[in-house]
């Protein structure tokens, strides 16, 4: 982008930007199809199951949540492996940390997942 590009094309540009981003996570990243196709199968039992509004928001949350997280692990990832390709102690730390941080999310993931379908087939 440019600082000329105006405040229109400058968005649009954005757009195109981010909508390359996910095309990469979704057709490269074998983690972000893995969470991909578990959502996916979480819609189909959605509807399955006659979900009510508020479980809908519960379990899109918990979808968009994982699937930011490995979003931005990706990310973390990649660039770190850009500025050092080769192990560094620190490096190994920053992904170690990114990593934890999509474990966290799928644990909440599981979390709301088990509250909404649980009770229905306990």
Known sequence: MKPDDGFILGRLKSAIYAAK?????IFTEHSFMFHGSL???LIVLGFYNDLTPTEWGFQIL????????????TAIEKLANHIEPDFHKTIGI????????VLLALFVEIAIVA??????YW
């Not at 918990?62 to 692990?73: F, P, R, S, W």
């Not at 509250?115 to 229905?120: G, M």
Request: net charge neutral; glycine share 12%.
């Open 39 to 41: 959502s996916v199968l």
């Open 21 to 25: 981003g996910l095309w990469i996570l």
């Open 94 to 101: 920053i992904k170690d940390v990114g990593a934890g941080a």
């Open 115 to 120: 509250l909404i379908y649980v009770p229905k």
């Open 62 to 73: 918990a979808v968009g949540l994982i699937m930011v997280a490995e979003a931005v692990n």
